[in-house]
């Protein structure tokens, strides 16, 4: 399985973020005291006694706030809250409880999950403010003193955390390759998954919204093994009307997030649909492997260059997913299905792929004497040296003499250049420029 998770929660200015930084031991979240300043999940891995874990950071949630902002921070603490086996609640110890405490505490117990509750900035364990007390009415069990600030009783909080895990949490992680299969409501995800398996395991209704919750299965095809993660379709936020719902699209949501490759579905009747470039642009974001596949193939009347034309439509639509493979299927007739599966596992491979730090050299001294970098006042971009530092997605790190100098659209050049030559089909590229004497972060 993959590593646990914990969530980092609480009303806005209570010191997640810096409670987060000390955590993972480098600066990751902005810490400013103002409310609000944290809008998404902030994900880093960290490590306590040889056991490794993702911490979450998350904005401060208003649980009653109809500001777009806040709405949305809280949708995102949800998620982050959805996918943990810990939560950490943390509270100002020593402002008391408020009436946002309250709100906070009455959704973390709706969760059903194990939750710690956490009395921030407290700099004196030994003398405890009055107020602290009154954190017992949260009904969340006996608060633990930390400071964040000073980094006191952060190793006791870790050490709770680490028994809190349940059963089996840091086991090895299962090298099936996970396939999330995304997309709107009634767009086919769980016609597919039923003709990859043969078998009716996943209820399929045209009514949008049959499937709740986000269904892994299991299957083997030859040596390879795959977990197929079929997911709630994602509708717009305008059209998410009731809790159930709105907690599908949180799943599907952290379906993505722990995926290998994306299936983002396409309903060939409608079109790309603006549902679709943000459910893409979600799989894009999380740096997952992508691949295009449009369903319903069968139901649409076919002339010269049909699959042509569609395609050059999606390519102008979803623009920034330029290298990601489209694939015409019918689910339901089965049609087209047989190189789906490979392709799923070239593209988790180009995910994981490396290239050798001599090669890259090579071909990056190759590509910059067919084409001159560029120059701003007299003073020309010059590239020292190039290595690959990670994967899912790749990630390449260059030193260079100024990174002013680097032109987007030379960038873009040297990575059609690296595509060129390795592929990469499926995984989007990713580039960081340092200038020379610059150190590496982390």
């Known amino acids: 399985m993959s590593k646990p998770i914990v969530a980092v929660v609480g009303r806005p200015n209570v010191g997640k973020s810096t409670f987060f930084n000390k955590v993972v031991g480098r600066r990751v979240s902005i810490v400013e005291d103002t409310p609000g300043v944290t809008r998404d999940r902030i994900y880093a891995e960290a490590e306590w006694c040889g056991k490794e874990f993702i911490i979450i950071d998350t904005g401060g949630i208003e649980p009653d706030s109809d500001d777009i902002i806040l709405s949305q921070m809280r949708v995102q603490a949800e998620l982050a809250m ?5 939560i950490l609640f943390l509270v100002d110890g020593r402002d008391g409880v408020t009436a946002a405490d309250h709100d906070v505490a009455n959704m973390l117990r709706r969760k059903k999950k194990d939750v710690i509750l956490v009395a921030n900035k407290i700099d004196h364990p030994t003398r405890l403010p009055e107020d602290f007390y009154d954190l017992y009415e949260l009904g969340l069990g006996e608060p633990i003193p930390i400071s964040s600030t000073n980094a006191l009783g952060i190793g006791d909080l870790l050490d709770e955390v680490m028994e809190r895990m349940p059963e089996g949490a840091f086991e090895e992680e299962d090298d099936s390759i ?3 299969i995304v997309g709107k409501p009634n767009a086919g995800k769980s016609s597919l998954v039923n ?15 049959t499937t709740r919750d986000s269904i892994d299965t299991p299957f083997v095809r030859g040596e390879d093994k ?29 379906a993505i997030d722990r995926s290998d490759v994306c299936f983002v579905m396409i309903d060939a009747t409608e079109g790309v649909t603006e549902q679709d470039k943000r459910i893409a642009g979600e799989a894009h974001n999380a740096g997952k492997g992508v691949v295009i596949v449009v369903n319903k193939w069968d139901l649409v009347k076919k002339e ?39 392709m799923a596992k070239t593209v988790a491979e180009n995910c994981a792929m490396r290239v050798p730090t001599g ?11 067919m084409n001159n970098p560029p120059s701003d006042k007299g003073r020309r971009l010059k590239i020292y040296y190039a290595a690959q530092v990670g994967v899912k997605p790749p990630l390449f790190s260059f030193k260079v003499n100024d990174r002013q100098l680097m032109h987007f659209s030379y960038a873009r050049y040297l990575e059609n250049k690296i595509r060129d030559a390795y592929g990469f089909s499926g995984t989007s590229l990713k580039f960081v420029f340092r200038e020379k004497n610059e150190k590496e972060e982390g």
């Open 82 to 86: 959805e996918t943990a086996q810990v």
């Open 178 to 180: 996970k396939i999330a």
């Open 195 to 209: 003709a990859f398996l043969g078998e009716d395991r996943v209820i399929v209704s045209s009514v949008a919204g």
């Open 226 to 254: 795959f977990t197929l993660i079929d997911t709630a379709g994602i509708r717009r936020k305008s059209k998410v009307i009731d809790n159930i719902e709105r907690y599908s699209v949180i799943r599907a949501l952290s």
């Open 304 to 342: 010269t260059n049909t699959m042509r034309d569609f395609e050059r439509m999606i390519r102008n639509e979803l623009i920034f997913l330029a290298y990601a493979p489209v694939v015409f299927i019918s689910a339901l007739k089965g049609q087209r299905l047989e190189g789906l599966i490979d």
């Open 359 to 369: 090669q890259l050299n090579s071909l990056i001294a190759d590509a910059v004497m």
